[in-house]
């Protein structure tokens, strides 16, 4: 479950068990404490009770599941003190029914029957087989073939905090060691379905990354340096830890070593494709915080119907691809030849259109290798599973020929890497059936030939059905009943049956067995021998194949290590291939990656949004160049819907994928390795989480300004929008100051603002360069042009804005002369300039006291001067000194009437309840002459 979506889920100890069961009441049977004993085992997961062909859930259970499986609740020793809710559904459905209860963020234990019931010497031996919770599993239902499914557990410790992550459906397992803040960040990145952490820690754990997330809480042994080292040890049978350079990660190897603690808890015991620790750097990896990786769209989108950056991005062919291209997004690279080396793979491939089309026709021949020998490893793979492994491996071959004749390195490496398995192949398609069936217990599993006894076997099972035949045809011929015939049920076995209305020609010997309404059933000696011998061959031929194919499975284990590598090499082919395809199709270009600290764009576009453009609309490219010398900072201004988010956003998407390796949207693009992006985009409103809007804004700026560096990328939009004018302007202000006068960190920055007044930062601060998006002014109304240019802007086109956006008329129109009256006000006061505002005093202040004085700037043209009303509501707040405080502060006469006038007051009672949305234009004359008529009397 994604960090986004997950439903929260705590789960809940109920006290359940035998003693519950009043003697002598109807659940009072081996059964039911059969059940609650086994139900004692998980007490927190929805037990599913395997009872002949049904799995059944009781009590609290089977109310959840017939909520969330939508079937029916029944009840069982209904009326009396010890009823029970009961409700269940056919084990074929399982398939079904358990992915829905997993995806609901249950976990569910799996019982089933240990001994074929027939056999059974009184109650059926029962076991819970596997525990599947929304981070372990295993099943195709329940997975997501596109992206990872991964078990998280995080240890705080005193210093630093361990984060481990397993999907163990593909045997990738990783750790990680660092701040709570890096930890947050790859919480956010690889979205783990399920977080386990210690029992004392659930506070600190929603403090640090929210209530989100479908968590289980785990003892505090379970935590222990010690026993993670042995877990991990033990398990990887290694002596130490230092093979997988994870051993200095304290808190990690904790974290890690609680994952393999929860598997074995979940009866996950066959590990063996969990072969390595990985060790998630921090320092190899672009940082993006988590509000960088939210806001930028890479993996999620932020609003329902939103497109995230992967939706255009992902072209590739196999699951494989596609989870590591998510992978790739979320980790750019920072290392320039590591980029390099993806980016002239690419080249090669967009170049070479032959090549291109042969590996995609390979890749599409793979279905999800890495998946289907996890299976193996956990010795949970189907005949039809294995079919499709020795496929996959099938279209391997060619693959590897074709890149090893590329003439590309990195794709002839590839290609070393890729090995067919071909006797594993082989040895599967000699063995299964080409129509085996998903289960080994019924027979058909295997091909003729495979082994003489099972030929034997099979030719008397079969040969036995034909007797029965016979038998039946000769019975008819002799007894002269033509409607004789022999049947199977699973209580008698073979029978013949006779409609009652012959039952007088049955011989004597026939032995009777069953009365039916309207016929009787019968077995014969011949019968009973022939059965026999059938039955026993049938269930000698199952023993048989379940052997020789468990034996096919364990050889397929010594394949394992191969595999993977094999699904690895497959997945960066694959990922490299959809960014040549991408490349080719969107018109991208190569960039220039190096070490230099130049950032330099060229009729760049935004990835995503130039995809969702209607017909016939194309998207406006743009220029940005941001260096450490002369353009650090780059302030844009322009009206709202001018295109400066979108400005912001793709520059960043650029540089990220730009560092994936992938080609770029743009004519021509210079990288100097960015190692930090920062985005605040938008005032996102966390009103849910019980933070304002504003204390959100500041609480992401404020970790950007603590963590910048000399390569950071930074990109502000709209900060300070949060809070009023004055509070805005002045963070506003101070932040560019501060991104230009930090001594140890020149980081570029993109800085989107409505307050025009902050272009005059650049009078004072030599980095800093005014651009705006241009808009065209015409009749009253705004063209956007979407091209940016040097300099600043004067307008904020806020009221345009609002008439655009479908603003009643009327509230435009005030809005209009609040403006005017504002700016009258602010001329007249700057002509006598005798008496400042408040406004002037601020900015004027931060001049001084950053040792430099700026003219002071048009409140004509503030913002809340476009949008009206917060201006006329704004309050007069305290000030800095005292010459300014007795300063009066001039009145803005927004009243158009004076309210002792009884005319007019009528009038202002008349428009006040006027509803203009609604008038027709006539009503309209009719109105304004009742209008005229009152200011007449
Ligand atoms: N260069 C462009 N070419 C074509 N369409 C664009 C371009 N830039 C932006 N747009 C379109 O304009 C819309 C508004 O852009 P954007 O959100 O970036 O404006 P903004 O200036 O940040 O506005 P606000 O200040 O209200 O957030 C986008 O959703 C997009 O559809």
């Given at each position: 479950m994604s960090a986004t979506a997950a439903?929260?889920?705590?789960?809940?100890?109920?006290?359940?068990?035998?003693?519950?069961?009043?003697?002598?009441?109807?659940?009072?049977?081996?059964?039911?404490?059969?059940?609650?004993?086994?139900?004692?085992?998980?007490?927190?997961?929805?037990?599913?009770?395997?009872?002949?062909?049904?799995?059944?859930?009781?009590?609290?259970?089977?109310?959840?599941?017939?909520?969330?499986?939508?079937?029916?609740?029944?009840?069982?020793?209904?009326?009396?003190?010890?009823?029970?809710?009961?409700?269940?559904?056919?084990?074929?459905?399982?398939?079904?029914?358990?992915?829905?209860?997993?995806?609901?963020?249950?976990?569910?234990?799996?019982?089933?029957?240990?001994?074929?019931?027939?056999?059974?010497?009184?109650?059926?031996?029962?076991?819970?087989?596997?525990?599947?919770?929304?981070?372990?599993?295993?099943?195709?239902?329940?997975?997501?073939?596109?992206?990872?499914?991964?078990?998280?557990?995080?240890?705080?410790?005193?210093?630093?905090?361990?984060?481990?992550?397993?999907?163990?459906?593909?045997?990738?397992?990783?750790?990680?060691?660092?701040?709570?803040?890096?930890?947050?960040?790859?919480?956010?990145?690889?979205?783990?379905?399920?977080?386990?952490?210690?029992?004392?820690?659930?506070?600190?754990?929603?403090?640090?990354?929210?209530?989100?997330?479908?968590?289980?809480?785990?003892?505090?042994?379970?935590?222990?340096?010690?026993?993670?080292?042995?877990?991990?040890?033990?398990?990887?049978?290694?002596?130490?830890?230092?093979?997988?350079?994870?051993?200095?990660?304290?808190?990690?190897?904790?974290?890690?070593?609680?994952?393999?603690?929860?598997?074995?808890?979940?009866?996950?015991?066959?590990?063996?494709?969990?072969?390595?620790?990985?060790?998630?750097?921090?320092?190899?990896?672009?940082?993006?915080?988590?509000?960088?990786?939210?806001?930028?769209?890479?993996?999620?989108?932020?609003?329902?119907?939103?497109?995230?950056?992967?939706?255009?991005?992902?072209?590739?062919?196999?699951?494989?691809?596609?989870?590591?291209?998510?992978?790739?997004?979320?980790?750019?690279?920072?290392?320039?030849?590591?980029?390099?080396?993806?980016?002239?793979?690419?080249?090669?491939?967009?170049?070479?259109?032959?090549?291109?089309?042969?590996?995609?026709?390979?890749?599409?021949?793979?279905?999800?290798?890495?998946?289907?020998?996890?299976?193996?490893?956990?010795?949970?793979?189907?005949?039809?599973?294995?079919?499709?492994?020795?496929?996959?491996?099938?279209?391997?071959?060619?693959?590897?020929?074709?890149?090893?004749?590329?003439?590309?390195?990195?794709?002839?490496?590839?290609?070393?890497?890729?090995?067919?398995?071909?006797?594993?192949?082989?040895?599967?398609?000699?063995?299964?059936?080409?129509?085996?069936?998903?289960?080994?217990?019924?027979?058909?599993?295997?091909?003729?030939?495979?082994?003489?006894?099972?030929?034997?076997?099979?030719a008397l099972a079969f040969s036995g059905k034909d007797y029965l035949l016979q038998l039946q045809q000769r019975e008819q011929r002799s007894t002269g009943i033509s409607s004789l015939k022999v049947a199977y049920n699973k209580v008698f076995g073979y029978y013949l049956e006779v409609t009652n209305a012959h039952k007088d020609k049955v011989p004597v010997e026939w032995i009777r067995k069953q009365t039916l309404v309207n016929a009787e059933r019968y077995v014969t000696e011949e019968l009973k021998t022939y059965e026999e011998k059938i039955l026993n061959a049938e269930e000698q031929l199952f023993a048989i194949e379940q052997r020789i194919y468990t034996d096919l499975v364990l050889a397929a284990l010594d394949f394992v290590p191969q595999i993977q590598q094999n699904a690895r090499a497959i997945g960066v082919t694959d990922c490299l291939a959809s960014f040549a395809l991408t490349a080719r199709q969107q018109r991208y270009v190569q960039p220039v990656v190096n070490d230099g600290t130049v950032l330099d764009i060229r009729a760049g576009r935004h990835p995503v949004i130039e995809r969702q453009l209607p017909p016939g609309e194309s998207y406006i490219p743009n220029d940005i160049c941001l260096n450490q010398d002369e353009q650090q900072i780059v302030v844009i201004t322009g009206p709202n819907m001018a295109g400066k988010s979108a400005l912001l956003r793709q520059t960043a998407l650029i540089v990220l994928l730009a560092q994936i390796g992938s080609f770029v949207p743009a004519d021509a693009a210079t990288v100097g390795i960015i190692d930090k992006i920062f985005t605040r985009v938008g005032a996102s409103d966390n009103l849910s989480k019980g933070e304002s809007t504003f204390m959100v804004e500041m609480t992401e700026t404020a970790s950007i300004l603590n963590n910048l560096s000399d390569r950071s990328l930074v990109l502000m939009d709209e900060i300070g929008r949060g809070t009023s004018t004055y509070d805005g302007i002045s963070i506003a202000w101070a932040i560019v100051e501060h991104l230009h006068n930090n001594p140890k960190a020149k980081a570029k920055t993109l800085f989107a603002t409505h307050y025009h007044e902050l272009n005059q930062l650049a009078d004072d601060c030599p980095r800093v360069r005014n651009y705006n998006v241009a808009v065209k002014e015409a009749d009253g109304r705004i063209l956007f042009l979407r091209k940016l240019q040097a300099g600043g802007s004067e307008h904020s086109f806020g009221i345009h804005v609002a008439r655009l956006a479908g603003m009643p008329t009327s509230v435009v129109l005030r809005a209009n002369e609040i403006m005017h009256h504002l700016e009258v006000e602010r001329t007249s006061a700057g002509a006598e300039d005798s008496v400042p505002t408040e406004f002037d005093d601020l900015l004027d202040n931060l001049s001084k006291s950053n040792g430099h004085r700026n003219a002071p700037p048009n409140l004509a043209n503030a913002p809340e001067a476009a949008v009206g009303a917060e201006a006329v509501a704004a309050v007069p707040r305290p000030r800095a000194t005292s010459a300014v405080a007795t300063a009066p502060r001039p009145t803005v006469q927004l009243s158009m009437f004076e309210p002792s006038d009884p005319a007019l007051e009528r009038i202002r009672e008349l428009l006040q309840h006027l509803d203009i949305n609604t008038l027709t234009p006539i009503e309209a004359l009719m109105k304004l002459n009742e209008l005229k008529l009152t200011l007449g009397r």
């Open positions: 439903p929260k889920k705590q789960f809940v100890i109920k006290s359940v068990g035998p003693d519950h069961i009043a003697p002598g009441s109807p659940v009072d049977t081996p059964l039911m404490k059969q059940y609650y004993l086994l139900k004692q085992q998980h007490p927190g997961a929805v037990l599913l009770f395997r009872v002949g062909d049904f799995y059944e859930t009781f009590g609290e259970d089977a109310v959840t599941a017939s909520r969330i499986l939508d079937i029916t609740l029944t009840k069982r020793g209904g009326g009396t003190p010890n009823e029970i809710a009961l409700a269940g559904f056919p084990h074929h459905a399982l398939d079904n029914y358990l992915p829905k209860l997993v995806r609901a963020g249950q976990r569910v234990a799996i019982c089933d029957q240990l001994e074929d019931p027939k056999q059974a010497k009184g109650l059926v031996k029962r076991g819970i087989t596997e525990l599947v919770t929304p981070g372990v599993s295993m099943h195709d239902n329940v997975l997501e073939r596109r992206s990872n499914n991964y078990l998280a557990a995080i240890h705080f410790g005193k210093a630093e905090a361990g984060i481990s992550f397993l999907d163990i459906s593909t045997g990738e397992f990783l750790v990680a060691q660092g701040t709570l803040d890096y930890l947050g960040k790859l919480l956010q990145n690889f979205s783990p379905a399920e977080v386990l952490f210690c029992k004392k820690s659930r506070n600190e754990f929603e403090q640090h990354f929210g209530p989100d997330f479908c968590t289980y809480a785990l003892d505090e042994w379970v935590f222990g340096n010690d026993y993670a080292h042995d877990t991990l040890t033990r398990h990887f049978k290694t002596t130490s830890l230092k093979g997988f350079g994870v051993d200095t990660l304290k808190e990690g190897i904790i974290a890690a070593g609680c994952i393999l603690h929860y598997l074995a808890e979940t009866k996950h015991s066959d590990l063996g494709h969990v072969a390595s620790l990985g060790r998630l750097e921090e320092d190899k990896y672009v940082w993006l915080d988590r509000f960088t990786v939210r806001n930028l769209e890479l993996v999620h989108a932020q609003h329902p119907g939103g497109v995230p950056l992967i939706d255009v991005l992902d072209q590739t062919l196999t699951p494989m691809g596609a989870r590591l291209l998510r992978k790739w997004i979320v980790l750019p690279l920072k290392e320039v030849s590591q980029i390099q080396r993806r980016l002239d793979t690419v080249a090669a491939l967009v170049a070479d259109e032959e090549l291109l089309a042969d590996l995609t026709q390979h890749l599409r021949q793979i279905n999800d290798l890495e998946r289907l020998i996890s299976k193996v490893a956990v010795r949970r793979v189907n005949p039809r599973e294995l079919l499709q492994l020795a496929r996959a491996l099938e279209a391997i071959a060619p693959m590897r020929e074709r890149l090893a004749a590329s003439g590309v390195k990195a794709l002839e490496k590839l290609a070393d890497q890729l090995n067919p398995c071909a006797n594993l192949r082989q040895e599967i398609l000699a063995k299964i059936k080409p129509d085996a069936p998903l289960l080994t217990n019924q027979g058909g599993v295997l091909n003729p030939g495979i082994d003489a006894e099972l030929d034997e076997l099979r």
